[in-house]
């Protein structure tokens, strides 16, 4: 079974650029997460999907990040404009369902906006 | 109110010793805990899970809670170089076990 797939690794962009991250879950998982994981912190979930509907997105900063998850599968995580505080390593996570206790966690995506 | 706290460390020990890493947690509604390892440069992983109170044994590994003092606890017996990793304990909250909150994570080196 192939894990969840994320692009790109790493990504240096400067201030009041724009930037996106994709993720590909393990097939068949319904419930998708993206999460940001500042240096020395856990994670932090962003948005929660179920297929391609949003569940939670609390604490999604709206005024700058948006994501979505078309046909229920693939999900693309979005900030424009970024500022220095959005440095940190973005996560995407799949699981079964809603229900389910266990996350599998892509590489991650290592963004630096300097 | 959601909040899981877990020392930072780092925790350095030798190989073949035992491990105790620890959280604590402020909302006596919280009923699953997880524990997670993250190796550098990669994504966590899930360890050990438990429900409510009382141990939990794999191999290796015994994860332990107890509600009446809302501490939270992961034992790693005879350990190897090979668990130099960042451990993370999380917990769900509001309602889904997908909405996991984390402990900052504890910094392990298990040197041989």
């Known amino acids: 079974e192939a894990g969840v797939a994320q692009s790109p690794r790493y990504k240096i962009i400067e201030k009041r650029q724009s930037v996106a991250f994709w993720c590909n879950p393990i097939?068949?998982?319904?419930?998708l997460y993206w999460y940001q994981q500042i240096l020395g912190q856990g994670p932090k979930l962003l948005i929660q999907f179920q297929n391609n509907g949003v569940v939670d997105d609390s604490q999604l900063p709206k005024d700058r990040f948006s994501a979505e998850r078309l046909k229920g599968v693939d999900s693309t995580l979005k900030i424009q404009p970024a500022k220095l505080e959005d440095s940190a390593v973005y996560l995407c996570?799949?699981?079964?369902?809603?229900?389910?206790?266990?996350?599998?966690f892509g590489p991650g995506t290592r963004l630096t906006v300097t | 109110q959601k909040e899981v706290e877990q020392d930072p460390g780092p925790l350095s020990v030798p190989e073949g010793a035992i491990v105790s890493l620890n959280c604590t947690y402020s909302n006596s509604a919280f009923q699953y805990f997880m524990w997670y390892r993250q190796y550098s440069r990669k994504g966590p992983e899930l360890l050990m899970y438990?429900?409510?109170?009382g141990n939990k044994e794999d191999g290796r590994f015994t994860a332990q809670v107890d509600k009446s003092s809302k501490y939270i606890s992961l034992f790693i017996r005879d350990s190897q170089p090979s668990d130099s990793a960042t451990y993370l304990c999380a917990t769900p909250y509001g309602g889904s076990q997908g909405n996991l909150i984390f402990g900052k994570g504890t910094k392990l080196s298990v040197k041989p």
């Open positions: 097939s068949g998982h319904a419930t």
């Open positions: 996570a799949s699981s079964r369902s809603r229900s389910s206790y266990e996350q599998y």
């Open positions: 438990t429900y409510s109170s």
